[in-house]
């Protein structure tokens, strides 16, 4: 199996010959080096041009790209980002159906699938991934995104034609498409931001095919279909068989995910998902495996107890490290380094980000990819299974919105005047909570309450997940390095999504059946621990930092900031250092600090995309 994590660019136009312009998709590919330094490739066609970037974890000869593949004098072309799973099993049942293959790669596997069944290959898939095959009999290019988009791809109609890619830049590097934020892209970045409305590229023109979604572009225009979605019935297993599947499916999904020709770890932080995915893995490996953590320098000295941050991660990850004799390293960041990487955490995501969460994140992929080049890591387990405050909280489940955004009327309050006035902040939200929310497969005969938890669950899994699976693939890729997340595997997506409440909570604990699950896998310290958010810094120092540079945006009389948020009020709260703010701008612990760090990384991201306002 050969397994890429990459970039992919692509140009189809049935009215202009983009061979003759091909320095164009030769741009866009070259912002993507990053996610594949390895090898570039490139193909055209008259109407056809596609870019790749490769970053090479197994079979460096078997699966470059772009692969061409022909059947009875026609051409297909594929370019592909991602790995499969069940490789081995479509590789059989193409050989059965006559198929020969040259290679080992996943590559090949996956563009003879196309040829053999069409369109609905992609239901035969269990991976990560997204890719564009052109189909030179069909005259279409066909593009698909894996069920819960851990891999992007970003797209835009542009004249006769279509522009795709995996990043937003990569767009952004063709001499036609501008980046242009209008009132909705302005709703989106300080309505919804950091997260965005599925399949919504913030941009004006710009998209992103959604989770789960195929799209095919012809002559007729361009079409996108749903091909997965999660399916509400009865859950007939009783707790303790309940338990041992999810054990299963887990321990699958691990398992699966440690195929690799390079070195590989995992990340851990002593907390339940990423311990559990670490002792899996190394009761598979016949060598210790390598384990990683971050901290801050200081930490110990300034952290802050909180009902979200109980305690800090030190003392669990020995636990594990011990129990399983791993071979750990924890990597302590510099708060000012932590500062100085904001700026080029926005260049990796296109977008104002998730402030220190993402550049600490980037450093930390960075550290752990001169040891090794892929890792697995824990996201995921907590929206699947239920553990943030919000699945808890019985004001939540009746209260319409999205529980971790309850900060709208504050930043409504932060506009400018005439913005304040064209852009109703709280409306738009709500608009978009409510699509979500009608969307909800819902089980017939279930009562109230479990109909509002599964629409908090679905919430979740098309919100806050891929808000966090955005932050890992851009900032993983931005350090040429592959984060795989086992807990995003459809199977046991699927699995436990139909877990009723009661079971989800055994024990009357946050995640009480996946800790049932792993009972006698890890230490009970482990076990039972509260969950723990993503490590913070409490540091003055990164405090001093991003409020210097608050103060320099304010200073600067042309910031972009000022031309959408009112600058008195942005100055009384840099001069707060944002302290006096008690509700978080997203999720649990985005305050103070990382509350003024994200508005210096909008300023940013306005002036660096030189972003034109057009309300």
């Known amino acids: 199996m050969s397994i890429f994590m990459c970039g992919i660019a692509g140009w189809i136009d049935f009215s202009r010959d983009v061979a003759k312009e091909s320095q164009q998709v030769r741009k866009m590919t070259e912002t993507l080096q990053h996610r594949g330094p390895d090898e570039t490739?490139?193909?055209?066609?008259?109407?056809?041009?596609?870019?790749?970037q490769r970053l090479v974890v197994i079979d460096p000869q078997g699966g470059k790209q772009p692969m061409k593949e022909q059947k009875n004098l026609q051409e297909y072309v594929l370019v592909y980002n991602g790995e499969l799973y069940n490789t081995e099993e479509l590789r059989t049942a193409l050989i059965k159906r006559g198929w020969q293959f040259r290679s080992h790669s996943d590559t090949e596997v996956l563009l003879k699938s196309y040829m053999e069944w069409g369109e609905d290959h992609v239901d035969k898939l269990n991976g990560i991934f997204a890719y564009a095959i052109w189909d030179q009999?069909?005259?279409q290019l066909f593009t698909a995104r894996d069920r819960l988009g851990v891999k992007p791809l970003f797209y835009t109609e542009h004249?006769?034609?279509i522009l795709f890619a995996s990043e937003i830049k990569a767009l952004l590097a063709h001499?036609?498409?501008?980046?242009?934020?209008?009132?909705?892209g302005v709703a989106e970045i300080f309505g919804l931001g950091p997260s965005r409305t599925p399949g919504h590229g913030v941009f004006a023109g710009i998209k992103e095919l959604r989770a789960g979604h195929v799209g095919i572009y012809n002559k007729t225009g361009w079409k996108t279909r749903r091909y997965w979605n999660v399916k509400s019935h009865l859950h007939q297993d009783s707790v303790e068989e309940t338990a041992q599947r999810v054990r299963q499916l887990l321990t699958e999904a691990v398992e699966r995910q440690l195929v690799s020709d390079v070195p590989l770890g995992t990340f851990l932080s002593g907390g339940v998902d990423s311990s559990a995915i670490t002792a899996i893995a190394a009761n598979n490996l016949t060598k210790p495996l390598q384990t990683f953590s971050i901290d801050y320098q200081e930490n110990d000295k300034y952290f802050k107890k909180s009902s979200f941050q109980p305690n800090q991660d030190n003392d669990f990850i020995d636990i594990m490290v011990a129990a399983l004799q791993?071979?750990?390293?924890?990597f302590h960041m510099d708060n000012n380094t932590l500062a100085v990487l904001l700026k080029e955490a926005v260049t990796y995501r296109d977008l104002p980000g998730m402030a220190d969460v993402d550049s600490s994140l980037l450093w930390f992929c960075q550290e752990t990819k001169k040891q090794v080049t892929v890792a697995l890591s824990g996201e995921c387990a907590d929206e699947i299974f239920g553990g943030y405050p919000w699945f808890y909280r019985q004001e939540d489940l009746e209260r319409e919105g999205f529980p971790w955004i309850r900060s709208s009327a504050f930043r409504q309050h932060l506009l400018r005047g005439e913005i304040n006035r064209e852009i109703d902040i709280q409306a738009y939200v709500q608009k978009r909570y409510q699509e979500t929310v009608d969307e909800t497969p819902l089980l017939e005969g279930e009562s109230q309450e479990a109909s509002a938890r599964r629409q908090m669950f679905y919430l979740n899994m098309h919100w806050f997940m891929p808000t966090l699976l955005d932050r890992k693939d851009r900032m993983s890729m931005g350090a040429s390095f592959e984060a795989r997340v086992p807990f995003s595997d459809h199977h046991l997506v699927e699995y436990v999504w139909n877990i009723p409440w009661e079971m989800k909570n055994d024990g009357n604990r946050e995640k009480g059946i996946l800790r049932r699950a792993l009972t006698g896998l890890l230490p009970d310290d482990i076990l039972y621990r509260k969950k723990s958010p993503y490590p913070k810094t409490y540091h003055p120092a990164y405090t001093k930092a991003v409020t210097e540079w608050m103060q320099m945006i304010i200073n600067k009389k042309e910031a972009r900031l000022f031309e959408i948020m009112n600058r008195d009020k942005v100055t009384e709260l840099v001069q707060q250092k944002a302290s006096s703010i008690e509700t978080p701008w997203f999720g649990q612990l985005m305050t103070g600090p990382q509350l003024l760090a994200h508005l210096a990384q909008i300023d940013y991201w306005l002036e660096t995309y030189d972003v034109t306002i057009d309300l």
Do not use: C, M, N
Request: net charge positive; charged share 20%; glycine share 10%.
């Open 137 to 139: 009999y069909k005259q």
């Open 175 to 184: 001499s036609e498409i501008k980046p242009v934020l209008q009132q909705d």
């Open 326 to 330: 791993t071979k750990h390293q924890t």
């Open 41 to 52: 490739g490139y193909y055209q066609d008259r109407h056809v041009a596609f870019g790749h």
């Open 159 to 161: 004249q006769q034609g």
